[in-house]
């Protein structure tokens, strides 16, 4: 399982990207950010520095 970001909570702030150690997280055309499942390790440093809580573990 991998972490994933819920498009119509993200805020496009940026916090997350950077702070992935994977370079898992990256910005779409829409605007907001998603996370690469191929590339996450599930570290959670990511769910850590996003202020509005919208990054969550896959089931």
Request: hydrophobic fraction near 35%; charge should be negative.
């Amino acid at each position: 399982m991998a972490y994933f970001i819920e498009p119509e909570d993200c805020i496009a702030c940026g916090a997350c990207e950077p702070e992935c150690p994977e370079g898992a997280i990256h910005e779409t055309d829409d605007g907001i950010y998603a996370i690469d499942p191929d590339k996450c390790t599930e570290d959670a440093i990511c769910v850590d520095v996003c202020p509005v809580d919208c990054i969550h573990l896959a089931e």
